[in-house]
């Protein structure tokens, strides 16, 4: 009588006298992951386990991954220079004054990051 298993067409391979479901993982991708699809990885490890666990076994997860980082630094790259424009901060004030430029940028580029994670990581 075959088991539910062999029905669907798994097999079976014999090990110290156990029968052992022959189980392999889908090709998966092999993008190089940036920051932002890491952050995404731990995320769903630790607080959506089913996502993850769905997206590795349907060998999806490195693709999502790369999708997810592609996504965040395209908002990035469009986030930055509104904020900056919308705050005035320009080539003008850098010329001026290099101090208050870097640190005005450097918390544009932090709010930036927190819009990205809150809209595209953590979700």
Sequence with gaps: MKTLYET?????????????????????????????????????KNHRRGRY?????????????????LEANEMLETIIPRLADERGIDENL????????????????ASAE???LREVVYV
């Design 114 to 116: 927190e819009i990205v």
């Design 94 to 109: 850098k010329a001026r004054d290099m101090l208050r430029w870097v640190a005005e940028m450097n918390n544009i580029k």
């Design 8 to 44: 669907l067409g798994g097999t079976y391979r014999e090990e110290n006298g156990h029968l052992i479901p022959e189980l392999e993982l889908p090709e998966q991708t092999n993008y190089q992951i940036g920051k932002y699809g890491q952050f995404y990885l731990d995320y769903i």
């Design 53 to 69: 666990t769905t997206l590795l076994t349907e060998g999806k997860l490195n693709a999502r991954l790369h999708e997810i980082d």
